[in-house]
């Protein structure tokens, strides 16, 4: 069912731990369990899995529960799962959207469900009730949503490739603003409510990362990944974010430096550097007797130059260029090799990634991919992790997002109700409220499924012209 990876010492790359290559499906989503040492997995054949691991050193499914196909629209289920995850039980229903869901985000601290689906409307209920409380309407299908718990705003990305904030009330919602930075569709977002910083990626292949509490507009571009960027993790306490992309690759992106924004890139009908004119500027070319030069732009400067005048290549990572790009000669020679230093790791998953989780407490890397694998890795070594250190309320505190898949999409928050932590040589026991919520998106319509005790919820998708307000205001009343 599932393999045990005997992993290789002192290695500077994700150490593979585990494989499971049952599921007879792609799993769209899973998380881990570390308590149990268990995964949570959800499959396109509408299939629910909890894995837990055997003295043998496999994982085996405890619970292999499927999800019925049904006609009705907006339907949330709520399902009570067993302090053993044995068993899981069907508890309440209420009403959700009027369209297949595509994100699904329950936020422990108030309560509360925060769902969209493909009639593009933004919904919150509360989980004890399962009473609807508000309702915004966004202009399209929302593939990635964040919530900072404490100023209740609501971050949500789109198809458009637009970022909206949204304030939350108990019972209403009013816009704050939206941004537009990337030229594809949102595909993941990430919250770092320590930092007040918003990450985006996109289908565009970058990844953006937002000052929301900087009250500067400041926008960062990430570019690491040659495909889609499938979802993103970051690690407050190491203040690092891993990204991952359709491809297979996975980045692991140092953010505690100071980084720069990219220039916007500048107009001009000739080259800026040696004035050779460009093949629309026919007055220059007819007085000059020249043939006029395509338009290039230094990802350095941003001036417009012509091909002669750029064409030498350097990294520029404190830009967000880990790869080589266009640059002007003088701006070539102003890069050091100090400039050049890499600030993210560069590591192949092997597989065509679908969804990541990422385990804080336990430096866990768990990717799920097309090929219907899910593999667990160790990220310890890379991340810089302190496991024995005072448990921090953010690393007891995460949530994950979802993407939207054909058939259906999901979600689960997992809270760890005794977290076992070494602490100068000494174990110590922690307690905080454990909770699970799981989201799965049926064909025919969005039924969601919530718990109690430990909770499911089951649920039936110009670089240039980015107009993030240099005027906002950070995140508060």
Same mark, same amino acid.
């Given at each position: ?179 537009? =930075? %990337?030229?594809?569709? $949102?595909?993941? &977002? *990430?919250?770092? !409510?320590?930092? +007040?910083?918003?990450? @985006?990626? /996109?289908? #565009? ?18 570019? =690491? %990944?040659?495909?889609? $960027?499938?979802? &993103? *993790?970051?690690? !407050?306490?190491? +203040?690092?974010?891993? @990204?991952? /992309?359709? #491809? ?39 007085? /000059? ?189």
């Amino acid at each position: 069912m599932a393999a045990e990876i005997q992993p290789k010492p002192q290695t500077r790359t994700p150490v593979l731990l585990n494989k499971i290559e049952a599921s007879q499906d792609v799993v769209n989503t899973a998380v881990i369990i570390p308590k149990e040492d268990g995964v949570i997995s959800v499959s396109e054949d509408r299939t629910i899995r909890i894995w837990l691991k055997r003295d043998s050193g496999q994982y085996w499914p405890s619970i292999y529960h499927t999800m019925p196909v049904s006609d009705i629209l907006s339907v949330f289920q709520e399902f009570i799962l067993s302090e053993d995850y044995n068993k899981m039980t069907p508890a309440q229903t209420y009403q959700a959207h009027q369209g297949r869901v595509t994100v699904v985000l329950f936020v422990l601290e108030m309560e509360w469900v925060l769902s969209t689906g493909q009639d593009k409307n933004f919904t919150w209920h509360c989980s004890e009730s399962g009473t609807q409380l508000g309702l915004y309407r966004t202009t399209a299908w929302v593939s990635g949503l964040q919530f900072d718990v404490e100023t209740r705003h609501a971050f949500v990305g789109d198809y458009s490739g637009q970022v909206t904030i949204l304030k939350l009330e108990l019972d209403s919602c009013s816009l704050v603003t939206t941004f537009k =930075g %990337h030229t594809g569709n $949102v595909t993941a &977002l *990430c919250w770092d !409510p320590v930092q +007040r910083v918003l990450f @985006s990626g /996109s289908a #565009d292949h970058s990844i953006i990362m937002w000052d929301i509490g900087g009250g500067k507009g400041t926008a960062i571009e990430l570019q =690491g %990944h040659n495909e889609k $960027v499938q979802g &993103l *993790c970051y690690a !407050p306490h190491t +203040r690092q974010l891993i @990204s991952c /992309s359709s #491809d297979g690759g996975i980045v692991i992106w140092n953010m505690d430096v100071t980084r720069q924004e990219t220039p916007e890139w500048l107009d001009s009908d000739s080259c800026q550097k040696c004035e050779q004119p460009f093949f629309w500027n026919f007055k220059q070319m007819w007085d /000059s007797k020249k043939i006029g030069l395509r338009q290039h732009h230094c990802r350095k400067c941003g001036q417009a130059v012509c091909g002669k005048c750029s064409a030498k290549r350097s990294t520029i990572p404190l830009m967000g260029f880990e790869f080589e790009v266009r640059v002007c000669d003088s701006c070539h020679e102003s890069i050091t090799d100090e400039d050049r230093a890499p600030t993210a790791t560069f590591h192949d998953s092997k597989h065509s990634i679908v969804y990541m989780h990422y385990e804080p407490t336990m430096g866990w890397l768990l990717t799920s991919g097309a090929d219907k694998v899910v593999k667990v890795r160790q990220t310890r070594c890379l991340l810089r992790q302190r496991l024995d250190r005072q448990p921090n309320s953010d690393l007891l505190s995460t949530n994950w997002s979802f993407d939207q898949s054909q058939i259906f999409s999901h979600q689960i928050f997992f809270r760890v109700e005794s977290l076992l932590m070494e602490h100068h040589g000494a174990p110590s026991t922690y307690q905080v409220r454990a909770y699970i919520m799981v989201a799965v998106i049926l064909r025919g319509g969005g039924n969601v499924h919530k718990t109690t005790t430990t909770t499911i919820v089951t649920s039936t998708e110009p670089r240039n012209t980015r107009p993030f307000l240099p005027d906002l205001v950070p995140l508060g009343d």
